[in-house]
């Protein structure tokens, strides 16, 4: 504690002069040669005593402080009171820092004036007289939409009210009598009682809220389909820093700014050694060939191509270094669209980039479940700027197809995805399992990439673009922007200063996905494997009827991509990586294959996940359940694994699916699922998975250039008994390929049609519904109008498994069926229940047609604060 700023206090019970006692004893003497050797503490005293007891005036309480404090601070005791120890006051002069606010500034986009924005921007661009070079044009379009965006949009800090805090006047009026008697009396009783009355007002204002912002879904989920799962997305809390945070010189900090530097450093750091020499030269050698043959672009970027970018761009509010944020893009009037088109080629032509389309805000963000003392356990969220954005979704509708990725890569490409991934690796396992034996076993290995878009070497990437863009122009323009970018992070309130990145393709970037796929694109051809990427997941599998010969083809192929990820520069993480075997011998199961990452065992794992999905040895989506996909998730992918989930596993996972259902819709345990598909107006998952299955074939089918195209094609021969894995993927769609062949239109109006054939064969095939007899009509869209509790109630009258009916209960009570104080009778079915409770009998096709009528005659609430009573 030398070097700290600090106060020592207590009863030591020693006794010394030094600090004005009346005598002096060994242990007085002890402190006081340690403070004389150390020399930077100061005693604090005052010639006064600090204890009386048996008539004895002594001072065996101690104060002592740094010479620096001491200056600052005075010491007294309060006075004789009723103890042996007086009270003792140790006063500091001097100014605590204030605390500084968040200097965050919202804008209410919402109430913006676009009209008088682009009036601003049209007459500032307009007015421009001077010089239309690269930094010019960018200066003049930047200070015109921030000069708009301040006078029409509305922006300014936060101040939170006492509603948006969760209180009303009511509660403020409660804390307010609170602290007035507490100041009083803080011992008082009623103070418990107060606090009991805040929470539980507190506790029914949420309440009210939730119900309402609840009950309000039911009309925003009709235009807006993602407004639930983000609701329910965000009823998980976020994980946020809490205390020191480790720093990779071993020292642990609060400081917010310290930490920000240190994220920064270690992003930068990842980095870093991403290149060799001869790439550099190479690099150089490139640039001023570029520099010296002057090419200019091989056509002038348009309007109409600027135009579409900005459209085809999410309406982001994030600010770029700039200020800037898409949303005011989309609100560019025309001649500012021609404005960005001349600067665009301005800087391309010219090879000048403003220096903020080269830097980047980086958001540190907690990672959930993580341990938030360590910086890896932040995830970085880069913005960049929006123009420089829109320029890069130009350039790559130009050179996508010069730098298309092979068909074994299926992220950030046109009508590739998660589902082909995995249909050409389910499609190659089953194929092998389904061989005449003996059949052929399948060893994956899932490799996983470390800080993949983090490590690309630029010079090796842009040496590789200039030799696959014919436009020169754009290719030096592209060395000029992808090098030596700045990064700078931010850690709460503080920011960190600006560091160079020396590798890497930028996060959060247009081109960054595809300049990844073309940077391994070059995988290598192995003999006996097959290599199947996403992005920087990398899966090999390897089949062979012997599993050894399996094994020793599997490590020659990590041994020969361990050679091309070197040079690469990039790095396989050996302990995240995994090894699987698929094989339908049981004796097989615990064969360990024992591969190795340059000498680090590869983990064996009987289940894995690739891409979302999990696979187990057999091949039998046993850990395929509702408590891993939910809706609308529990479909993902469904066309590379439904078909060879078994009869039993699709039962288990229908429950659990229906379960889902019943929650949400308030059923009872109970309910048939016959019901349940009724009253959710919802096919069952079997057929969810089928026509889900059929649209992706009719996409394959009509696509050019579809991956999975000709996955029947490829199909090996199945042997003719043995166990073996269900149909492959796509298999039961063949037999409508012709009828789809022969249908016109484009791919979206056939699975339009397609879809309402399957709806309408299913319509027609399932049972009748047990309550009515017949097909239910539609429910009357009014009983969305009516509280949670009501609806539930009538969804359970409609299933008849409400406890509103005398029969039902009586089962659940496992008792008889009680008479009926109206009619005597021994019922209590549906019937019976709208017959004798209300004043009118009613029918039970009501419960359809007219909800709110019903719910009136049953006394039931029929709006929010409407608490229900006797029946009409």
Request: hydrophobic share 35%; net charge positive.
């Amino acid at each position: 504690m030398e070097d700290r700023k600090h106060i020592l206090t207590g009863d030591w019970n020693a006794h010394s002069s030094a600090w004005h006692s009346h005598k002096t004893d060994e242990r007085g003497s002890m402190i006081e040669d340690e403070l004389d050797s150390r020399g930077n503490h100061v005693i604090l005293n005052e010639n006064t005593f600090t204890r009386a007891a048996t008539g004895i005036l002594s001072s065996p309480d101690i104060t002592m402080a740094t010479a620096d404090i001491a200056s600052r601070a005075t010491w007294h005791t309060c006075g004789v009171v009723n103890t042996d120890h007086l009270p003792i006051i140790i006063a500091m002069d001097s100014e605590i820092p204030k605390r500084e606010k968040p200097k965050r500034v919202i804008a209410n986009y919402r109430k913006a004036d676009w009209k008088g924005f682009k009036t601003d921007v049209e007459t500032r661009i307009r007015s421009y007289v001077g010089p239309r070079d690269a930094y010019s044009l960018e200066k003049l379009i930047s200070k015109a939409i921030l000069e708009a965006a301040g006078k029409h949009i509305p922006s300014g800090r936060f101040v939170p009210t006492r509603e948006c805090q969760g209180d009303t006047k009511e509660v403020d009026d409660l804390l307010k009598k609170r602290d007035e008697i507490q100041k009083l009396n803080p011992l008082d009783g009623k103070i418990a009682e107060i606090n009991d009355e805040i929470e539980k007002s507190r506790r029914e204002l949420r309440k009210e809220r939730w119900l309402n912002k609840v009950e309000d879904m039911e009309i925003k989920r009709k235009t807006d389909s993602n407004c639930l799962w983000s609701l329910l997305k965000g009823l998980k809390p976020k994980a946020r820093s809490a205390g020191p945070v480790n720093l990779p010189n071993g020292t642990t900090t609060t400081n917010a700014k310290a930490i920000a530097n240190a994220m920064a450093k270690n992003l930068v750091t990842v980095g870093e050694g991403r290149e060799n020499k001869d790439e550099k030269m190479a690099w150089r050698r490139a640039k001023r060939n570029l520099v010296k043959s002057k090419t200019t672009m091989a056509t002038m970027i348009t309007h109409a191509e600027v135009k579409l970018a900005i459209t085809n761009g999410k309406s982001s509010r994030a600010m770029g270094p700039d200020g800037l944020c898409h949303i005011h893009l989309k609100n560019l009037p025309e001649n500012g669209i021609h404005a960005l088109a001349e600067l665009f080629n301005a800087t391309i032509s010219e090879n000048k980039i403003p220096d903020s389309w080269k830097k980047a805000n980086v958001f540190m963000l907690p990672k959930p479940g993580k341990d938030l003392t360590e910086i890896k356990s932040y995830r970085p969220v880069s913005l960049l700027s929006p123009v420089a954005k829109v320029l890069e979704r130009v350039i790559l509708e130009r050179i996508k197809p010069e730098i298309q990725s092979p068909t074994s890569q299926h992220a950030f490409k046109k009508a590739y995805s998660t589902t082909t991934a995995i249909i050409e690796v389910t499609n190659r396992i089953v194929g092998g399992m389904n061989m005449p034996k003996p059949a052929n076993r399948t060893i994956m290995t899932c490799l996983d990439l470390k800080a993949a878009f983090d490590t690309v070497s630029i010079t090796r990437l842009l040496c590789e673009l200039d030799g696959a863009i014919q436009d020169k122009a754009i290719t030096r323009w592209l060395g000029n922007y992808l090098y030596k970018r700045k990064i700078r992070t931010q850690f709460g309130e503080e920011k960190s200063k600006w560091r160079t990145l020396r590798g890497g393709v930028p996060q959060g970037a247009v081109l960054s996905p595809a300049l990844f796929n073309f940077y391994i694109r070059e995988v290598p051809t192995i003999p006996g494997a097959e290599i199947i990427g996403y992005a920087d997941d990398t899966t090999i599998l390897v089949q062979d009827p012997i599993l050894q010969k399996a094994a020793d083809t599997s490590q020659n192929a990590l041994d020969l991509m361990k050679t091309w990820f070197d040079e690469r520069h990039l790095d396989i993480s050996a302990g995240k990586s995994s090894v699987t075997i698929f094989t339908a011998d049981t004796k097989e199961f615990n064969f360990d294959p024992g591969l190795t990452w340059d000498g680090t065992p590869i983990p064996m794992q009987n289940r894995t996940r690739l891409l979302g999905v999990e696979f187990d040895t057999m091949m039998k989506m046993m850990l395929k359940t509702f408590k891993a996909i939910i809706k609308p998730l529990a479909t993902y992918a469904g066309p590379a694994w439904h078909q060879l989930m078994s009869d039993t596993q699709m039962a288990k996972l229908e429950r659990q699916y229906i379960g889902g259902l019943k929650a949400c819709c308030g059923l009872t345990k109970d309910t048939p699922k016959e019901l349940v598909y009724y009253e959710t107006k919802m096919m069952p998952l079997k057929e969810e998975l089928e026509l889900g299955s059929e649209q992706f074939a009719i996409s394959a089918m009509r696509t050019p250039g579809h991956p999975a195209k000709d996955l029947h094609t490829r199909r090996p021969a199945e042997r003719s008994s043995g166990n073996r894995p269900r149909t492959p993927p796509l298999e039961a769609t063949r037999s409508k390929e012709d009828e789809w062949r022969r249908q016109r239109g484009d791919t979206k109006a056939i699975q339009k049609r397609n879809h309402t054939v399957f709806v309408k064969r299913y319509l027609g095939i399932r049972q009748i519904h047990p309550t009515l007899g017949t097909t239910p009509p539609q429910v009357s869209q009014d009983e969305e109008k009516m509280p949670r509790s009501t609806r539930v109630e009538l969804a359970r009258l409609r299933s008849q498994r409400s406890l509103m009916l005398e029969d039902y209960k009586a089962k659940v009570e496992n008792r008889a069926i009680s008479p009926c104080i109206k009619c005597g009778k021994h019922e209590g079915d549906l019937c019976h229940l709208l017959r004798c409770f209300p004043t009118k009998p009613l029918q039970k096709s009501k419960l359809w047609k007219d909800p709110i009528g019903v719910a009136r005659a049953l006394g039931l609430a029929t709006t929010q604060f409407d608490p229900g009573g006797a029946p009409s």
